[in-house]
């Protein structure tokens, strides 16, 4: 696609902490959109709030929020972060992303100056909200309920009777998620699914090294590559865990990721204690990231168990796609978009989410060195075509084109 005929600019509010880590953040709108003459500028929250352009000539960074009040204050943050960029120059348009509040300020923000809103939705963060308020009033209705259910209320209503329709364009995490909206009332031709991607130049296996450590040496290893969370159901690992190893005793998991706090992460090493697994399950904690694709290139299987439901059906989990393009054969449950993937490339299993049925079809892979070894060639020419942020940038690109050069 050819690039706009001028340089077009985004200013982009975000949850995330700047500089971005994301890669759907970082290497989209820092790598990918200034290859088309589109520029952004970032305003978010955490961080170093270091105003230089991050990558180089890519991105912007022209606010962000250091404070344990951060989610309190980000809406103010966020105007400031506005008036900030505004007095920088007038965007081409104003895009903001899984924020409630400041999605209504955003949609104001480009109503006063007459260019387009945009919003980005990667989360149903109004049903969190709403699963939030219904796991309280399990233990009782009193004010902190009721603090729960307002904010559920009023985000519903900004988000669906302001924001989404007040925007221009939204782009979504998935088809799923696009069909979801459309069920609710919104118009589909106003969406682009925006499945989560990779860096290629990253998630290629001839430039990784694998990991040295001898606690996976003449070990059967299975991966599990990304956040650990009670919300994810992620002691589901262990069940299968239990399983495998009752049929191969020299399994051993690897989960290689760290937990949203230290509660969390000493939840799961409690269970892996209590189920007497500390000899078939390695939980590395935190790790950099070409650390963790060390201990990815030296598992045989990957596993990608989603909880099924309204909050993760919708959404376009990231370690399926990492596994393929390492070419890591990997067994995957039955949210949408890792159905979609499994069925396109088949590279893999597709499973429900039964302990039963993930051991299975991980011991299927174990047993079969040549459905393994088929598996594994297919996945990175399947992610090398349809979900390198290249492949994603050029078509999010063209959105752009279309939206920046109309009349408002």
């Known amino acids: 696609m050819r690039r706009l005929s001028s340089s077009r600019s985004i200013l982009f509010v975000v949850r995330d902490p700047l500089p971005p880590v994301r890669a759907d953040?970082?290497?989209?709108?820092?790598?990918?959109?200034?290859?088309?003459?589109?520029?952004?500028?970032?305003?978010?929250?955490?961080?170093?709030?270091?105003?230089?352009?991050?990558?180089?000539?890519?991105?912007?960074?022209?606010?962000?929020?250091?404070?344990?009040?951060?989610?309190?204050?980000?809406?103010?943050?966020d105007l400031l972060g506005l008036v900030r960029a505004l007095r920088r120059g007038r965007p081409d348009c104003i895009q903001v992303r899984d924020k409630i509040a400041s999605g209504v300020l955003g949609r104001a923000a480009a109503a006063l100056l007459r260019v387009p809103f945009l919003y980005w939705m990667s989360f149903p963060i109004v049903e969190g909200f709403e699963v939030r308020r219904d796991d309280i009033a399990r233990h009782g209705r009193g004010l902190r309920w009721m603090g729960h259910a307002l904010r559920a209320w009023a985000s519903r209503l900004a988000i669906y009777r302001v924001v989404l329709p007040g925007a221009r364009h939204v782009f979504v995490q998935s088809d799923a998620m696009a069909d979801w909206l459309v069920a609710q009332?919104?118009?589909?031709?106003?969406?682009?699914?925006?499945?989560?991607?990779?860096?290629?130049?990253?998630?290629?296996?001839?430039?990784?090294?694998?990991?040295?450590?001898?606690?996976?040496?003449?070990?059967?290893?299975?991966?599990?590559?990304?956040?650990?969370?009670?919300?994810?159901?992620?002691?589901?690992?262990?069940?299968?865990?239990?399983?495998?190893?009752?049929?191969?005793?020299?399994?051993?998991?690897v989960i290689a990721g760290d937990a949203p706090s230290d509660d969390e992460m000493a939840w799961m090493r409690r269970e892996i204690a209590r189920r007497n697994l500390?000899?078939?399950?390695?939980?590395?904690?935190?790790?950099?990231?070409?650390?963790a694709l060390g201990y990815a290139v030296r598992a045989e299987v990957g596993l990608?168990?989603?909880?099924?439901?309204?909050?993760?059906?919708?959404?376009?989990?990231?370690?399926?796609?990492?596994?393929?393009?390492?070419?890591?054969?990997?067994?995957?449950?039955?949210?949408?978009?890792q159905k979609l993937v499994i069925d396109e490339s088949g590279a893999g299993l597709c499973v429900p989410m039964e302990a039963q049925m993930f051991a299975d079809a991980v011991l299927r892979l174990l047993n079969d060195g040549a459905l393994a070894a088929e598996f594994a060639l297919r996945g990175p020419p399947y992610v090398k075509?349809?979900?390198?942020?290249?492949?994603?940038?050029?078509?999010?690109?063209?959105?752009?084109?279309?939206?920046?050069?109309?009349?408002?």
Not at 29 to 52: I, K, N
Not at 193 to 213: H, N, Q, W
Not at 307 to 336: C, H, Q
Request: proline share 8%; hydrophobic share 40%.
């Open 25 to 77: 953040v970082r290497t989209l709108f820092g790598t990918e959109m200034p290859r088309y003459g589109v520029a952004t500028e970032l305003v978010g929250q955490g961080g170093s709030g270091d105003a230089s352009p991050w990558p180089a000539g890519g991105m912007h960074v022209v606010g962000s929020l250091r404070s344990r009040f951060a989610s309190v204050c980000a809406p103010l943050w």
């Open 185 to 253: 009332g919104f118009d589909r031709a106003r969406m682009t699914a925006v499945p989560m991607g990779v860096d290629a130049s990253l998630f290629d296996r001839a430039s990784v090294a694998p990991v040295i450590d001898p606690r996976l040496d003449g070990r059967r290893v299975v991966l599990y590559l990304g956040r650990i969370a009670r919300s994810r159901r992620s002691d589901f690992l262990l069940d299968v865990a239990e399983l495998l190893r009752a049929q191969k005793p020299d399994v051993l998991l």
């Open 278 to 291: 500390d000899d078939h399950v390695l939980l590395t904690g935190w790790l950099p990231q070409r650390t």
């Open 304 to 337: 990608s168990p989603i909880p099924r439901g309204t909050l993760f059906d919708v959404s376009s989990p990231t370690k399926l796609v990492e596994y393929l393009a390492l070419g890591i054969p990997s067994v995957a449950n039955d949210i949408p978009d």
């Open 385 to 408: 075509s349809h979900r390198t942020y290249d492949i994603l940038g050029n078509n999010v690109a063209k959105i752009y084109k279309s939206i920046l050069t109309e009349p408002s």
